[in-house]
């Protein structure tokens, strides 16, 4: 059967001389893996669309078993051309894909995270600054799939736990600990009322404020390295665009 859809191209990968694999993440059908015959050809039914993080409309003929599907038409709607090859969003953009890849399963809609990533690629190519958008994706992406830390409840008992002064974090724990829970617990950092205020800001998707937010030098670079720690204990390594983001 024949399915429309809008999708972001996560992954390519040559399957024959004129033939690609692609890795997709759509808004109606969730991740899908599909044969593009053809797609290496300049000229044919894709018209150059599958570039990696390009957003086009696709028709695909679904696999009742575990083949592949069968992409027949791509029609690029935006490529991920960020102004002045600036390499930072680049990598940002590469890492989005990396996370939807890792962090979704085949054939499970998410059409709030689809948007999400839609419009931080979008933002991104716009020449947005990108720790804050990352961040943003970060954190929205988590709440939309069910993993986003405690930062205001103690994720062992439940207490609410004041963002004041420095604050335990668990980091396999998965989120806040109050005073009498931390004790005992592996992975326990120390982070600030800032930090935790501002991871909170970030991943409320229903709020637009955080655009304004000012976010001091210091608490970014606290965030990000909570955030690094918390994606490799919940993907069991280290993401591979992390080296990347690290270097700017």
Not at 37 to 47: I, N, Q
Not at 72 to 92: I, N, Q, V
Not at 175 to 199: D, E, I, P, Y
Request: proline letters at 4%.
């Amino acid at each position: 059967m024949n399915e429309k859809a809008t999708a972001i191209v996560l992954r390519t990968v040559e399957f024959s001389e004129t033939s690609l694999v692609v890795t997709l993440f759509t808004r109606e059908f969730g991740k899908i893996g599909a044969l593009a015959k053809g797609g290496r050809r300049l000229k044919g039914p894709f018209e150059s669309a599958l570039d990696l993080l390009a957003l086009c409309r696709i028709v695909f003929l679904r696999k009742s078993s575990d083949a592949l599907d069968l992409l027949t038409e791509a029609k690029l709607l935006r490529r991920f051309r960020p102004p002045g090859r600036e390499l930072l969003s680049l990598y940002a953009g590469y890492y989005v894909a990396e996370l939807l890849g890792e962090l979704t399963d085949d054939d499970d809609p998410h059409p709030k995270l689809f948007d999400l990533a839609n419009e931080t690629l979008g933002a991104l190519a716009a020449g947005e600054p990108v720790p804050r958008r990352v961040l943003r994706f970060e954190l929205g992406g988590l709440r939309l799939l069910g993993h986003l830390p405690s930062l205001d409840t103690c994720v062992q008992c439940g207490t609410r736990v004041e963002a004041a002064g420095r604050v335990a974090f668990g980091q396999l724990d998965g989120g806040v600990l109050c005073t009498r829970c931390r004790h005992g617990m592996k992975q326990v950092v120390s982070v600030s009322a800032g930090a935790l205020r501002t991871m909170t800001q970030l991943a409320d998707l229903e709020s637009q404020t955080w655009h304004r937010i000012e976010i001091h030098p210091r608490t970014l670079a606290e965030t990000r390295s909570v955030l690094n720690h918390y994606f490799t204990n919940l993907l069991g390594r280290k993401p591979r665009m992390h080296q990347y983001l690290l270097q700017r």
